[in-house]
């Protein structure tokens, strides 16, 4: 504490996690996979230092906060090249000796970032502003050219608006609003189709056979390269109290993503009429109504 008003904050933490996040980073439904640590794959463990300040504001009631932080992380894995959630299910069906420990790397990570907050906790009208600006980046031996790039869950920007209006003690209106950069992703960067190829050998008699080709794509050198489009969302609460001799009820109507954006779940490719592809969006929970209600006593 400098003064009443001024506060002073630094840290620093040493954390082990014996969980790993298994996530996919190509397009295609997400399959995040939760898997323990084993005596073949370490723990994963990390070292952050953070420093802050922060102020109050109007006899302390409106806090201002700023931080920073960095932190290194250790063991972190990941899918290698060509392996996914799906070869483990179907590769435990066809071979006992399969197993997702088989189909992982480990490398290393460091995240830094900055946040900030401004909140007002008092009065009829209250709420928060909410922004990180951060930076996570992997690397692994084995993935990328052993260069470092952006994890999936790497978000840029995340904001935050929160707005609570008491209009007297039986009617309260909330407003929420949330803004983060989207994930990012492998995507294939052109598509090719050799039309055919020879095989030689005894499978093929002894001679040179002609066979047919599939379509190859090219995902370029760079992994998790683009990004999904930017999430965001507006939700409303109408709350309506009222004292009773045992309690409040309290009657809730909610709005779900207000004005109905369609935030993109994961992408596919679909072939086209022309032949050309297209790069198509999935989006799941549009504007969704909801009432609840609510006796405490």
Request: charged share 15%.
């Amino acid at each position: 504490l400098l003064d009443s008003l001024w506060a002073l904050k630094i840290s620093y933490a040493r954390m082990n996690q014996y969980l790993h996040l298994l996530s996919n980073s190509g397009i295609g439904l997400p399959t995040d996979l939760w898997v323990p640590a084993t005596e073949k794959v370490g723990s994963m463990s990390s070292d952050q230092i953070a420093t802050g300040i922060s102020r109050s504001f109007f006899n302390q009631q409106i806090e201002c906060s700023w931080e920073g932080y960095y932190k290194f992380l250790y063991n972190v894995i990941a899918y290698k090249d060509g392996a996914s959630f799906f070869s483990d299910v179907i590769g435990s069906f066809n071979n006992s000796n399969s197993s997702w420990e088989n189909k992982v790397t480990s490398g290393n990570g460091t995240s830094y970032g900055s946040e900030f907050l401004i909140r007002k906790s008092q009065g009829r009208v209250n709420g928060w502003i909410g922004y990180t600006l951060s930076w996570t980046q992997f690397t692994f031996r084995d993935l990328n050219f052993g260069k470092a790039f952006f994890p999936r869950y790497d978000r840029r920007h995340d904001l935050s608006l929160v707005g609570i209006f008491k209009f007297n003690e039986s009617f309260k209106f909330s407003a929420t609003w949330v803004y983060g950069t989207g994930n990012a992703i492998t995507l294939p960067i052109s598509t090719f189709n050799p039309s055919q190829y020879s095989a030689y050998g005894p499978a093929a008699g002894g001679v040179n056979q002609i066979l047919s080709g599939w379509g190859l794509e090219d995902y370029g050198q760079q992994r998790n390269a683009y990004r999904m489009g930017a999430y965001h969302r507006l939700d409303l609460g109408f709350q309506f109290s009222k004292k009773l001799v045992y309690g409040v009820r309290t009657l809730e109507f909610s709005i779900y993503n207000a004005y109905n954006r369609y935030n993109p779940f994961f992408y596919y490719i679909e072939s086209q009429s022309d032949g050309s592809d297209k790069l198509m969006q999935v989006s799941l929970f549009p504007l969704i109504p909801s009432i609840s209600y609510s006796w405490r006593f």
